[in-house]
């Protein structure tokens, strides 16, 4: 028979008895031994050993590489949406692909290290001809969300009085004992999500298990050395507002390790598109453009840095996700409204995600005065305004310049003459094109600066400028019920702001005459 090692999955599942087993050549490792020789080989291989996890490269992922090459139990702490859970089940893939277990013992054990008492009788019975079953690695992950009513009977085990009158035995044998998750992960990775959550005294509960590696349970005097990678994700809002984590658990956990948000739009995007559950009809009748994805990272960005958001809360990489299907859904609405068979994405639709928004940010008592809506709409006139400048010449400069006008003089005239547009929310494309071809200039000023976009595109840039005007208070947005109306800034003066206004750390900048609507509010 080949080496062990070198067995197919095929061939490892031939083997049924004990007696195979040894014949094999086959030796046991402990979990992080396992998880230790097989990140080596996927490391000396190149292999991407956390594959689907995108700006971690540099920070988290070597020092958890590093965590698991010294046998480290593990804290992922970080804000809500950094992908802790998902990181963790990602260490299924360091597994082996099967390992053997004792048929039918509920504790994974081990044909030549047997811990449970049926394990053991079981060998004492047959000897070498004990049936052998292969466990996949999918079952050898164990995972537990924190709640307060966990108990230690759910995580270490108590006695089962029904166990003990089916089988009529006293409380006094360990076979009436009903094992808890944790030893029935055995030789398996165990992870508990929002540690901060458990009940210190059910924290307690796991000194041991971390430090010596056995368990305790009340009335026995039984000793099981588990196996077991640990891993925990946790808040460190937890720390405060929940719950904390008590200090000699902390220190019995080796590795503690810190996720954060993806630090470029770039990262985020690629998370984003990954993460974001868009139907192959959607990806037919819907034409995305990189703009819209880049305002749909920059809202995520914008809250970060938020003063009506809390920051120790942080600003899931949900609402990323949540917002781009929701402007994708935005435009096959408008598409199936107009009873289109393709359309081309627009502002607008962005402008539609104010839902995904307002559920994903935790307020601050500054951003609760304003209301999640009007934040949420705060925080896309911001991401309008900075990526704004990536497309289109500095309004704020523009106004500056001495000896030459502005490049938006034209469309701020043809406002200026009392002219309005109506851009709706279900607008026709043909309508939509039709109510931007009547601003003279607009066209001009996208040409000019992206000669080599096809019309869709073009259109779309059009649409752009004009919120990015608004922001730049050289045009008013008005918004309606189903859409929004631009207009003159100053005949808008008392009427509702446009989009996005009302920032007081850009009232500084503004002209005289224009702070009088900056402190109204919608």
Known sequence: MPAYDSLSADQLQQITTLKDLKKSGYQPRSVKTELRDNLIK??????????GIF???????????????????????????????????????LLDEYVPVVAGSELNDDPLQPLSVFA???????????????LPRADRYTEKLATPDVSVADLIGDADPIKAATLKLPYSDERV?????????????????????????IQVSLFNILQEGDIQIRGFKVRLPLDLQFVFTANPEDYTNRGSIVTPLKDRIDAQIITHYPKSIEIGKRITQQEA?????????VTLNDIVADLVEQVAIEARGSEFV????????????????????????????????NTYVRVSDFITAVPAVTGKVELVYEGEQEGAGIVAEKLMGKAIRTLFLNYFPDPDKAKKLKGRPSPYKTVQEWF??????????????????TALDQVPGLRDIVTELHPNEDAEATYFLMEFLLHGLSEYSLISRNRLTAGAQFK?????????????????????????????QRGRRR
């Open 55 to 93: 700006g971690y490269e540099e920070t988290v992922i070597p020092e958890l590489q590093r965590a698991i090459l010294a046998g480290h139990h593990i804290n992922l702490l970080g804000l809500r949406g950094q992908a802790k859970t998902r990181i963790a089940r990602l260490l299924i893939g």
């Open 277 to 285: 559950r868009i139907k192959p009809a959607q990806r037919g009748m």
């Open 42 to 51: 996927k490391l000396q291989s190149g292999e991407d050993v956390f594959p």
């Open 488 to 516: 003159d800034l100053l005949s808008s003066m008392f009427t509702m702001p446009s989009f996005g206004e009302g920032d007081e750390d850009d009232e500084d900048e503004d002209d005289e005459d224009e702070k009088p």
């Open 416 to 433: 200026g003459a009392g002219h309005t547009v109506d851009l709706l929310h279900d607008l026709s494309t043909k309508d939509y094109h």
């Open 310 to 341: 809390d920051a120790k809360s942080g600003v899931s990489a949900r609402l990323t996700i949540s917002a781009f299907e929701q402007v994708v859904a935005g435009a096959e609405r408008r598409a199936l409204v107009n009873g289109e068979k």
């Open 177 to 201: 004992i009903h094992f808890g998750l944790i030893p029935r992960a055995h030789r398996g990775i165990f992870v508990i999500n929002e540690l901060p959550d458990l009940q210190a005294r």
């Open 120 to 134: 053991k009788n079981l060998l004492a019975e047959h000897g070498d001809d004990t049936p052998v079953a292969w």
